[in-house]
T-cell receptor, first 116, second 112 residues
């Protein structure tokens, strides 16, 4: 069974640009969550999508948004990039019935985003 | 807000020594999960504990969930170099079940 696939693996952007990251969950998984990982703040929850709806949201500004498609694939968008957005962005999938907080999360390799 | 705290932040051990990391939540948790992230890798799910006082073992790893369901521990017996990585505990938000809150992690290094 294929794991969670994230593309691209690396991305370099400049301040003010926007970026879209993609995540394909494990087949059969309907919940997709996004996390930001930085050395200073650790792993922080961005949002969770289930059945094409945002089910939970973390404490990030509105510049961070996402969506989920009917095949459970998800995208995350960050607009007006800031230097502080440099991080590893991880996507995780789970079966989804009970909420991502109650089920094992299967993580992808992440997208390393660097803002210049 | 709700917090999940882990200690220690770093632990350096000699191969063969034991290792323990502790996790404490500011609120009661419905479950706690443990993950391991190797250097340069992504978090990998290790285990989920659900019951008060639960103890589970995976080979040299022993996981415990406290009686009050607010704390947990991971103990590794006779560490090996393959145990190197950062160990995270995580629990669901008390008011947003789909939000998983991670501890800061304990980074384990093992000297051969």
């Amino acid at each position: 069974k294929a794991g969670v696939t994230q593309t691209p693996r690396y991305l370099i952007k400049t301040r003010g640009q926007q970026v879209t990251l993609s995540c394909s969950p494990i087949s059969g998984h309907r919940s997709v969550s996004w996390y930001q990982q930085t050395p200073g703040q650790g792993l922080q929850f961005l949002f969770e999508y289930f059945s094409e709806t945002q089910r939970n949201k973390g404490n990030f500004p509105g510049r961070f948004s996402g969506r989920q498609f009917s095949n459970s694939r998800s995208e995350m968008n960050v607009s007006t990039l800031e230097l502080g957005d440099s991080a590893l962005y991880l996507c995780a999938s789970s079966l989804g019935g009970q909420g991502a907080g109650n089920q094992p999360q299967h993580f992808g390799d992440g997208t390393r985003l660097s803002i210049l | 807000g709700q917090q999940v705290m882990q200690i220690p932040q770093y632990q350096h051990v000699q191969e063969g020594e034991d290792f323990t990391t502790y996790c404490n939540s500011s609120t009661t948790l419905s479950n706690i999960q443990w993950y391991k992230q190797r250097p340069g890798g992504h978090p990998v799910f290790l285990i989920q504990l659900v019951k008060s006082g639960e103890v589970k073992k995976q080979k040299r790893l022993t996981f415990q969930f406290g009686e009050a369901k607010k704390n947990s521990s991971l103990h590794i017996t006779a560490t090996q170099t393959t145990d190197v990585g950062t160990y995270f505990c995580a629990g669901p938000s008390y008011n947003q079940g789909g939000k998983l809150i991670f501890g800061q992690g304990t980074e384990l290094s093992v000297k051969p």
